[in-house]
């Protein structure tokens, strides 16, 4: 079994930075991609940004730029430094890591954690 603990989200002014971390902890042999996606009250669930475990990022169009993915293997735990935060940022941001827990892959979801940039 494999838990996630985000933390750093809250209340910021536009223009603002927040920094999220999402830390993985339980019976992991390795871990492969690391992403984060958020969702808006009545919009679908979408991928923010994702990170490979050797490191290719990809972020989506409205946050490039902005925001930046980052990952301590030794630590189990991805980061999202989000700068420049803009009213339509806010949403609950889940983390979502695959992680070899042998014999088999998994993929895990955090439980949320709340960014609201007021304008």
């Known amino acids: 079994q494999v838990q996630l603990v985000e933390s750093g989200g809250g209340l910021v002014q536009a223009g603002g930075s927040l920094r999220l971390s999402c830390a993985a902890s339980g019976s992991i042999f390795s871990i492969n991609t690391m992403a984060w996606y958020r969702q808006a009250p009545g919009k679908q669930r979408e991928q923010v940004a994702s990170?490979?475990?050797?490191?290719?990022?990809n972020y989506a169009g409205s946050v490039k730029g902005r925001f930046t993915i980052s990952r301590d293997n030794a630590k189990n735990t991805v980061y999202l430094q989000m700068n420049n935060l803009k009213p339509e940022d806010t949403a609950v941001y889940y983390c979502w890591v695959v992680a070899n827990t042998s014999p088999r892959i998994v993929a895990y979801w955090g439980q949320g954690t709340q960014v609201t940039v007021s304008s």
């Open positions: 990170i490979t475990s050797g490191g290719t990022t």
